[in-house]
């Protein structure tokens, strides 16, 4: 009787250690996708269509033998084990504070069955919690977590599963993907592994001078395949050597690593400040002036071009550059006073690589009540950081036709320039310099009144 391979942020088939073991007792096993209600209600049309065509491939990865239940995984998982006779339930480990505790759920359910669910790997190349201070208690600052990781070290990548994939029972079907205003990137195992090698292969030794460049496509844009597992960050580490261009390729693979591990830490820290004075005593805007503003960013409508350039990528492409994303994000928190949680809540639903613990992290970080030391004080100036980034403004001019008549990197100052507002483009909706103190101020008054956590 087979085995139960359930997938669910693993979606490939090579380095995928648990179905090696689903596969080890009998040689064949029952690959299975639960689409809980609890994941995909909620879930933007960009999550859902991007996993429906994910899982698409996989299926076709199976020869077309993925089953795919409905419902509540607690019931499902169990029926599915339960009728293919099955002596285990296999997965890789979720450490998301959601999927943690459903695998608790499914684990007492499927014992009182008599079934063993069994944990092998997880979407890490180092478990979340693993990496400790000497005196067993978790990193809240990166460089220290960075250098203990490197020294725990992971495993090289696993070597192919040898399972017969056989469906025991009728599926349910993949879902349907919604219609987008855009065309996502290929998804799957064979585009994930097929991007990884042209970008390691044309493009990684350039990494450390172009990443910060958004006009050039210096990235690996690997975020989505790395969110649904289509590729293990381990297969990635594996490639890379000493150079470094590879060195600060891996610390950034290592940043993804250290998010996942504040948050299986703190789970809370999902959608609450990990420096709690944040969330009980910073004087945040609201109302109706707070919410036009919001819409204003929202919409790339907020008279900086680099702001809008970046938060107009997001709604055209589905995906921000990094440097990008950090100033639109110190721009609503310090220019516009909102809380980090409505701008993370938006990242959630437009960006294709959204994944709980770096959006919720990198928000945090930005807006200086996270995992960094004290960095709220660095508060991005919009202008300046296109001007170094963007310094032809090539990239400001590619998502603001409104700025495409201006040269060079006069697109960001159009106040500056004589017909800089010609083609349509909006006036500032704030000030940078008063709102920069303005928000120094506030931090000031939430240190008097606020206790650290
Ligand atoms: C406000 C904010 C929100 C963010 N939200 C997300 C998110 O929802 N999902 C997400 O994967 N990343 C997020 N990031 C991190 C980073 O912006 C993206 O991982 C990166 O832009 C993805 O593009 P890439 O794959 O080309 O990255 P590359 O530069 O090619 O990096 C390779 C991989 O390393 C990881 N990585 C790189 N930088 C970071 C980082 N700062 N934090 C965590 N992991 C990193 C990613 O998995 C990325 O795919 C956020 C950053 C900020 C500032």
Redesign the pocket.
Known sequence: MPDIAWFRRDLRLSDNPMLTAAGERDGSAVPLFVVDPALWEPASDVRRAYLAHSLRALDADLSGQLLVKHGDPVARVVDVARRAGAESVHIAADFGPYGAQRDEAVRAALQAEGIDLVVTGSPYAVAPGRVTKDDGTAYRVYTPFYRAWRRHGWRAPAADPDVTWVMAEECDGIPSAPDLPFDLPAAGEEAALERWAAFRDQRLQE?ADH?NLPAIDG?????HH??WGEIHPRTMLADLGDSEAEDV?RK??A??EF?ADVLHQRPTSARQSLDARFDDAFAWDSGDRADELFEAWAAGQTGYPFVDAGMRQLLTEG????RV??VV?SFLVKDLHLPWQR??AH??RW?R???LA??S???Q??AGCGTDASPYHRVFNPVGQGERFDPDGDYVRRYVPELAHLPGKAVHQPWEVLGGYDGGYPERVVDHAAERLDALDRFARMKEVGTAT
């Open positions: 990494y990443r990235t690996s844009a690997m975020g790395l969110k390729f950034e693979i940043w993804r998010y995906w921000m550059h990094n994303r950090m994000a701008g993370a990242f959630m960006l690589d959204a994944d770096s959006n992290h990198g928000w970080w930005t």
